[in-house]
């Protein structure tokens, strides 16, 4: 199953998600958005590598706006802290609430090449929803 | 969207009509061929939507060269009430006060044509750019307040150039009641690595010649004349700017339901004007504009330097002189005449440049003869615009006009298009030299991802917004 694939949108990136469960559709968010930014976002890493576990909680008005509070704090991640996500899963997914369980390392120029640099996750466009073969969302990024 | 019913006003405007939730009707500014453009994107729709803010004043605008974006169209301006009225940190953008910079020398093409590759490679290895790109000044906590408060200003006193290049930057390079108190830790983090820099997308350095004078006492005035090697530079407040807008977003959609205001779209996210959630956005909206003109004033600076050890020219031979600097992302509490009343409303431009005309107190004492200089980047091929604002565009578009060509292709598209194609070489066919941090970036900003720039800026020009002064044509770019 495909996690997510690109939309056309003018002047900025457009996303769509997919997951069989909605812990899975946020999970797969924020893999399609470090799969964006950086080639090979998922790189092999070795042991005793520098790699970091990170949890955190992330709050929202309603599903939609916590997908966009979730990405928005992965973004930081990167773009504040230099961290690159390398696998993640959602422990916990309400509608106004999800704890995330991340495993990122230190950005390294000469591991990770940036393809496009993501300015922000916008609300325009944004929809999270179940479908039939499980839950669909569409992001539009500012790039 | 071609369901959304435009009327034709005359030949470069179009009347979007008022219906359902609007509150005033929108304008967008367009010819024939930009008009059929429009059928395929969603900013006709995103047109509407701003007009459903509340205060909006007289009309929800959009320039010719506006194309979808997410909340507001880019290419878009709207002017709200102090009292009744919002302010949207998506109206404004994440990149606040993204905007150019246009460089003026005393060199002509014959000067810098055997020395082109090693000039423009010289640039590219000083000027830092390309995605998290790191610059040479590395501000403590007091200086980042200061540069924060002060703008371009702070820029100056720190040696980055004279103060002379304040006096033709737009509001002095700096906008007051900036109040670094109201930036997040996390915005400020982010602007301490990159004050000097580039950034990536569609952000540029441009070498280019003028080639063409339409008006020749307005070129005169500024400092314009026909072979002239001009440089433009085309950036932002990177990601201090990105953040400050990101922070305020999330803060406005979280207390959205409290201002009773209902939204077409989220991303329009906002508040009244008088609440103090408002202010602060504008305070910390300022910080970040002023950082983009202390940026642009060092990579000025840098770009100084480096003509003048690459060409072994004296500052003297060189003379380069800021002809203006305009910002293109903002909203700004500017006064205009509304029902013959004067008043003071604030002024969004999403993707617009302001452009006041002839004998407006704003415009530079050098140049009120003719008015405020309006810098039009177009394409990497199709070169760029300096126009001069005209008195329509005080009474029709709040002292506004565009400000670039628009894009038409997605960034997915282009790089369809662009696929098995070198745009490096086909720009060299047409002789413009460009070096870029990746091929990605060249893919998605090939000539043909944009609007014809000459169209865009024919339809201002026929409107009386703003008149052509020249025409610059691109000789070499550098891309982040």
Redesign the interface.
């Known amino acids: 199953m495909k996690t997510y694939e690109l939309f056309d949108h003018t002047a900025d990136l457009g996303l769509e998600i997919y997951g069989r469960t909605k812990k899975e559709l946020f999970a797969n968010a924020a893999l399609a958005l470090f799969d964006m930014m950086i080639q090979d976002a998922r790189p092999p890493t070795k042991r005793g590598g520098r790699e970091r576990v990170k949890t955190r909680t992330v709050q929202g008005a309603d599903v939609a706006d916590l997908l966009v509070n979730f990405l928005r704090e992965l973004l930081y991640w990167f773009n504040g802290l230099g961290w690159v996500l390398n696998r993640g899963s959602i422990l916990m997914c309400g509608n106004k609430k999800l704890v995330a369980q991340c495993v990122v390392e230190p950005y390294n120029p000469k591991r990770h090449m940036v393809k496009t640099e993501i300015k922000a996750v916008t609300y325009h466009g944004l929809s999270v929803q179940k479908i039939k073969s499980g839950w669909k969302a569409r992001v539009i990024f500012d790039v | 969207m071609s369901e959304i019913g435009l009327e034709k006003l005359d030949d470069n405007r179009w009347l979007l009509p008022q219906t359902g939730a609007m509150r005033v009707p929108g304008i967008i500014y367009a010819n024939e061929k930009i008009r059929d453009l429009l059928k395929h994107?969603e900013?006709t729709r995103q047109v509407a939507n701003v007009a459903h803010l509340p205060g909006i004043v007289n009309f929800s605008l959009a320039m010719p060269d506006v194309?979808?974006?997410?909340?507001f169209p880019?290419g878009g301006v709207a002017a709200f009430d102090l009292e009744t009225g919002v302010v949207s940190p998506?109206g404004v953008?994440?990149?606040i006060n993204c905007g150019c910079r246009l460089m003026a020398t005393r060199l002509t093409f014959p000067d810098i044509r055997d020395r082109l590759k090693e000039l423009t490679e010289a640039l590219y290895r000083r000027i830092p750019s390309?995605?998290?790109s790191t610059g040479y000044v590395k501000l403590s906590g007091k200086d980042q307040k200061k540069v924060l408060e002060e703008g371009a200003a702070w820029a100056v006193r720190a040696g980055y150039g004279t103060a002379q290049d304040l006096e033709t930057t737009e509001d002095g390079g700096c906008i007051g009641g900036a109040d670094p108190e109201k930036v997040s830790a996390?915005a400020l983090?982010?602007g301490k690595q990159q004050l000097g820099t580039l950034?990536?997308?569609n952000h540029f350095l441009e070498i280019e010649a003028v080639e063409e004078i339409f008006d020749e006492t307005a070129a005169r005035v500024f400092g314009l004349h026909k072979g002239q090697i001009v440089i433009m530079i085309h950036t932002g407040s990177r990601?201090l700017g990105?953040?400050i807008?990101?922070d305020y977003?999330?803060l406005m959609?979280?207390h959205q339901t409290e201002t009773g205001i209902a939204l077409p779209?989220?991303?329009l996210?906002c508040t009244y004007l008088s609440s103090g959630r408002g202010q602060n956005y504008l305070a910390a909206m300022a910080c970040g504009a002023n950082y983009a003109w202390a940026n642009r004033q060092i990579l000025m600076h840098l770009t100084r330097e480096v003509l003048e050890k690459t060409l072994r020219a004296s500052p003297r031979e060189l003379g380069m002189r800021l002809v203006y600097d305009v910002c293109h992302n903002i909203a700004k509490i500017e006064k205009f005449s509304v029902a013959g009343q004067e008043k003071k409303l604030c002024v969004h431009r999403k993707g617009a440049t302001r452009a006041y005309p002839a004998g407006h107190e704003a415009v530079p004492a050098c140049y009120r003869s003719v008015g405020q200089p309006v810098l039009i980047p177009g394409d990497m091929g199709s070169g760029s615009y300096v126009l001069a604002g005209q008195a329509k565009a005080m009474d029709e578009t709040f002292g506004s006009a565009c400000h670039g060509a628009g894009?038409?292709?997605?960034?997915?598209?282009a790089i369809r298009s662009s696929r098995g194609r070198s745009i490096s070489r086909e720009l060299a066919d047409r002789g413009v030299l460009v070096m870029a941090g990746?091929k990605?970036t060249l893919g998605e900003e090939m000539p043909e991802a944009y609007k014809n720039v000459h169209d865009v800026v024919d339809v201002i020009h026929q409107a009386g917004i703003a008149k052509k002064v020249a025409k610059l044509k691109s000789i070499a770019c550098i891309k982040?």
Do not use: T
């Open positions: 994107d900013s194309h979808w974006g997410y909340g880019i998506g953008g994440y990149d390309g995605v998290g996390r983090e982010r950034g990536s997308g990601g990105y953040q807008c990101d977003l999330a959609v979280k779209d989220r991303q996210a894009r038409v292709m997605s960034r997915s598209q990746s990605g982040g």
